[in-house]
C-alpha cells in the first residue's frame, strides 16, 4: 500500500485581535513566499495608532478581516515572482458587489485661471533671487519664486498659476507639469493645507523639482499625465506660523468679528459637513458652511472643471500613514479593493527602499473620523478614483521635525513618487 505523503501546513504568522474587535490571520504557504506578498492593513483606533508594529504584522498571503460592524471582506492577491502583478483580486460582502472604478469625466483643457507672471504682462523672467534647495524649510516667497523660475526655464512644459486669493491677499499658487498632449489624466497633489506641517510643502516642492528636471528622462508613465501640484494650499497660515505661531493650524480669515479665527481647510468640504459645536477659535473649526474659504472653493474648482483627474493626494504630517476614504462614515467605498492596492504599492516601495514603515487603511480606522475633509469630498464628490492622504514622518519630531531631517524625509518620497504615478 503506497502511502499518501502528507500535505504542507500552512507557515501560521501570527492572529492578533485588536482594539476594534478585527480578527486579522496571517499565513504563507512557506517561509520563502513571504516576499512576494502585499503590505497588511492593520486597523487601529486613535490611542494607539503610532504604535508600528512587528516586521510579521507587515506581510500577508492572505488577509482576512472580520470587524464587529457588519461587513465582511476578503482580498486574495496573487502575485508574479517577478512582475509581482495582481492577478486576481475578490471582494466578497453580505451582497455580491462588482467593483468597478468610478468613470472619468472627459478631457478638457484647463479652466481658464491667470497665468502668474510677475515681471511681464505675457512672459514669464527668471527671479535671480530664488535660491531653492531642501536643507531647510523655506517661506512662501522662495516657494514662490521657484515656481516661477521652472515656468522660466521649461516654458513648453511648466505654467504656473493662481487659483484663489486669501483673506490676507496671498495667491495659492498650481503649476501645472505636461506633455501638452489633450486628454491625459490628471494627478493632483497637494500640502501645506494645515499651516504648522512644513514637511508637506517641502516633499511637494522637491516633488516638483524632480519631475521637471528629470523629464525628458522619466518613463512614459510620467509623462503620458498632467501633474497638477500645489505646493502651499494655505499660504495665509504657512507663513503665520513661521512669524508668531508654530503650532497654527487653519487659515487666516475672519468669522462672526473675531479677526484672523481662521478656518480648519480640511474640514470645510461638504461631503459629511455638519453645523460645528466648536467656536470659531477652535483649532478644528469648520466654518461657517462648507466652502466658506476661498482655498476650498479654488480645489472643488479644479477637480469639478472637466480635467480627468484619476489620482488625488494630500501631503500632511505626522504619522507615517497612506489613508483612503471614507473618514466620516463607516461606509465602505465601492472601489476599496483598488484604493488599498495601491496604497499597498505605495507602501511596499516606501519599506523596500528605506526600510521605513507606512500603515495603510481607511482613514477613519488607522486615524480617526473627520467630516468635510478634502480627500473624501474628491473621491465622493469629486468622482476621482484614486484618493489618498498621506501622513509623513516622523513620529519623534511631530509637527516641529528639526531641518537636518528635511532630506531623510525626502529619501522616502522618491521611492513613493514612482508608484503614486502608475
Known sequence: MIRKKPKKRPVKLRSDINQLGFTTDCSAKSSTSIEHVQFMETPTTSSDWCRGGSDEDRYLFKSRLTPNRKFDSYVSFKLH?????????SVRRHSSVKVKPPPSPPPQQLPNFPLLNIYGRWEPVKDPNATMNWK????????NKFLNTLEYE????????????????????LIKISNGIVGNYGVWLDAGIHAREWIGPAVCTYVIDQIVRNYQTLPSYFKNKDWYIVPVLNPDGYE????????????????????????DLNR???????????????????GPHPFSEAESIAVRDMLSSGIPFSVYISMHSFGQLIMFPYSHTRQICKNYVYLLEGSTYMSKAIYEATGMQYKVGISKDVLYGAAGTSADWAHGRGRVPYCYTIELRSYEHKFDLPEDQVKISLIYTESQKGSLSK
Open 81 to 89: 515572482d517577478e512582475k509581482r502583478a495582481r492577478k486576481r483580486t
Open 136 to 143: 531647510t524649510f523655506h517661506r512662501l516667497d522662495v516657494i
Open 154 to 173: 521649461y516654458p513648453s512644459t511648466c505654467s504656473v498659476y493662481n487659483i484663489a486669493t486669501t483673506a490676507e491677499g496671498r495667491q495659492v499658487k
Open 240 to 263: 503665520y506660523s513661521h512669524t508668531t505661531d508654530r503650532m497654527w493650524r487653519k487659515n487666516r480669515s475672519t468669522h462672526f468679528g473675531v479677526p484672523g479665527c481662521g478656518v
Open 268 to 286: 470645510n468640504f461638504s461631503l459629511g459637513w455638519a453645523p460645528d459645536k466648536n467656536q470659531p477659535t477652535h483649532a478644528n473649526y469648520r
